[in-house]
């Protein structure tokens, strides 16, 4: 690839054909990618597609589908050219997440998800891959693959197989980079903001301090030698990335945050979008299946575990929190119950195993999310009853550490044979929840399994939003104006009304930003980033006259359904489950 000879927003990709017998030879992109759970098509983004002889000949091509192409006379094949076209600025056209999708933009950045632009011969997907990429030398390229060129114009990596380099996304930009080692581990945080309003440096020390966490939780589970996060903040004013959070990669995570977010809310929310990728080199990095190992980017079959891929992984991005004192045992109650709110508005009756081997479909497609939620879930029953047939003694950590051995990086598992393998490492009782929880349609009992570690179901306090009031919106839009009001006669919160504002004002900015109906998101994401005491500014225009309010946050309070540790005799298999 020529990063410096751009044209229409194009990159120019030129493929050098395999040495073959064969009368023809199929040459695709995928079609879906790891850890996505959807089907992209990027061929769509493929333009100009040619086929050459080593004499520069023309050869015909045909396409065959979406994404693949028929080279004939694939024997005289020398070599291939086609144009790629991004994502990012035509988002408003496709459903693809923005962390798997691609940006060019000449001289300022080049998201590179490589399952974007290369693709793969049939029959050489596990051959050697070299990647040549030339570029602007102010541009460079952040990735955990090596450089093999120390020129500052030439890139040069090396994989054994395609599949390795789809693994391997690299993000070109100014440098504005980070390194640290965190026990044995080379982590790099590379940074693009556009109008420079966030830096590497920046949010460095809260992205260490989480990391640092996140070992000390894994202990002695092995890991990568090197990890990269690539943090690409999109520019709301324009045509840009919108599917914000991250994509896993055994050694690296794609992230896509709004630049407009205020820094603390960013650190916030990459605490736990990066902490759960992270964490992916737990499983499926190091625990999954044959579907996963030898995966087939265009006519996919998936494994029935997904509440084990995601699930276990989410919940280990919001155990790992209390366990290491970065939250409360309050807050991660919290954070479950919400999961319990969310699972409820699901199928909760559909079998995981039958949902995940059938995600790719409707209405099973339909359930993705859950994995999240009730995946998570999942994963906290089997981790309390754990502990509970152990007193105390092992957690599901324990139980990964040991599937890691049992299987690792190479060794696939069969998807039937897993839960035999994990009763056999644990307890009767385990397997037993497997069968009628995950691979069967019972719904879980999730106040009994809190009850196991003396947690009990109860209203607990929470801290509401100043724009919502009993589940009901206080603000509304002008469609004409694009105006944004406080809704007439609604009953404000307290803390609104102390300071001066009334209902059927309309609202301009906040704290010096304006806001109206084109970025009335960016409003409603700093409400929920809005903290007791921040000091708040707000200017609102009523009968035609402005008036500017300000004071320090009061939120309301809600109560809400969640648990509270009330059994003390259960105080130290709580403190095992948590703390352990």
Known sequence: MDLNKITDDQVTVLVNVPTTSASSLLYSVPKIIPGTYSEDDYGKYIVDFKAFDAKGKLLNVSKMTENSWQIADANRAKTITYKVNDTYDIEDTHEIFSPAG????????????????????????????????????????????????????????????????????????????????????????????????????????????????????????????????????????????????????????????PEALPLAELQEQLKDVVSHEFFHIVTPLSIHSKEIQNFDYNSPKMSEHLWMYEGVTEYFANLFQVNQGLISEDEFYKRMAGKIANASTMNDMLPFTRMSANVLIKPYKDQYLNVYEKGALIAMCIDIEIREQSNGKSGILDLMKQLSKEYGTEKAFDDSELFAKITKLTYPSVGNFLSKYVSGPTPIPYVDYFSKMGVTKTMVATDGNLFIKEQAPLITIDPNTKEISFIPYAPLHPFLQKIGIESGDILLSVNGKAYNLDNINDLIMWSMSLKENDEVTFKIRRDGTEHTYTGTALLPKELIPGYKFTDSTKALLKEAWLKG
């Open 102 to 257: 691609s940006n060019i933009d000449k001289g300022k950045n080049f998201m590179i998800n490589t399952h974007a632009f290369v693709g793969y011969f049939d029959g050489f997907a596990n051959s050697p891959y070299e990647l040549t990429i030339l570029h602007p030398a102010h541009l460079w390229g952040a990735t955990a693959m090596n450089d093999l060129d120390a020129s500052k114009k030439k890139d040069v990596f090396a994989t054994s197989r395609y599949s390795t380099l789809v693994e391997n996304p690299i993000m070109y930009s100014k440098p504005d980079y980070t390194t640290f080692t965190i026990q044995g581990m080379e982590i790099l945080i590379a940074v693009y903001s556009p109008n420079g309003i966030v830096t590497a440096k920046s949010i460095t020390p809260e992205m260490k301090k989480m990391m640092t966490a996140q070992k000390n939780f894994l202990g002695d589970f092995n890991a990568t030698k090197k990890y990269a996060v690539l943090l690409y903040l999109a520019d709301n004013s324009k045509p840009d990335a919108a599917g914000y959070g991250a994509l896993e990669h055994p050694t690296a995570t794609t992230v896509v945050m």
